[in-house]
T-cell receptor, first 113, second 114 residues
Framework: AQSVTQLGSHVSVSEGALVLLRCNYS??????LFWYVQYPNQGLQLLLK??????LVKGINGFEAEFKKSETSFHLTKPSAHMSDAAEYFC???????????FGKGTMLLVSP | KAGVTQTPRYLIKTRGQQVTLSCSPI?????VSWYQQTPGQGLQFLFE???????NKGNFPGRFSGRQFSNSRSEMNVSTLELGDSALYLC?????????????FGPGTRLTVL
């Protein structure tokens, strides 16, 4: 069975500071990993995905994530936070057989001026 | 291309009633999945349909059911509503069932059970 753990239900940063959102996964097969963002009263939007090509994945809005198999991690980073980054972020995993996503509990990113 | 659409956006029902939610996937997408989002349980997978057949099902009671039509549109039904069914129900579509595919999410249907 797959599972995803996101450390920290809330993360607060100042505008311009580094954003680091943590995600660890458990999977018995090589996983596909995703980060989605959800703004209030909206659905989920894909930020980036890892599908066994490059371990450093670049996504939209300046976000990137690094797949580390030895640490079973897929942390999301952004060098400089912007007020518009305030939202809830979800890490998710799937395997090759199904498109079903298993999500983490989510991390709410708060950005202060 | 138009995105995933869900109707209605908001619903208020009372306990014991039943409800049907609708999802229209992106044109050409054949896989449709449903997820329930609540503050306590987070995002949980309900079921997935592909080519009008349920391919995968999450751990939900039989009160939750769904179907997919030949044009890939999907509906989910919840019978005998309970207070705990209050949630945001999200529909997602993808071109095929491969796990590497991005799933495109609709805006969701907010169901409130009184």
């Amino acid at each position: 069975a797959q599972s995803v753990t996101q450390l920290g239900s809330h993360v607060s940063v100042s505008e311009g500071a580094l954003v680091l959102l943590r995600c660890n996964y458990s999977s018995s097969v090589p996983p596909y990993l995703f980060w989605y963002v959800q703004y209030p009263n909206q659905g989920l939007q894909l930020l980036l995905k890892y599908t066994s090509a490059a371990t450093l994945v670049k996504g939209i809005n300046g976000f990137e994530a690094e797949f580390k198999k030895s640490e079973t991690s897929f942390h999301l980073t952004k060098p400089s936070a912007h007020m518009s980054d305030a939202a809830e972020y979800f890490c998710a995993v799937s395997d090759s057989g199904y498109s079903t996503l298993t999500f983490g509990k989510g991390t709410m990113l708060l950005v202060s001026p | 291309k138009a995105g995933v659409t869900q109707t209605p956006r908001y619903l208020i029902k009372t306990r014991g009633q039943q409800v049907t939610l609708s999802c229209s996937p992106i044109s050409g997408h054949r896989s449709v999945s449903w997820y329930q989002q609540t503050p306590g349980q987070g995002l949980q997978f309900l079921f997935e349909y592909f080519s009008e057949t349920q391919r995968n099902k999450g751990n939900f009671p039989g009160r939750f059911s769904g179907r997919q039509f030949s044009n890939s549109r999907s509906e989910m039904n919840v019978s005998t509503l309970e207070l705990g069914d209050s949630a945001l129900y999200l529909c997602a579509s993808s071109p095929t069932r491969t796990g590497a595919n991005e799933q495109f999410f609709g805006p969701g249907t907010r169901l409130t059970v009184l």
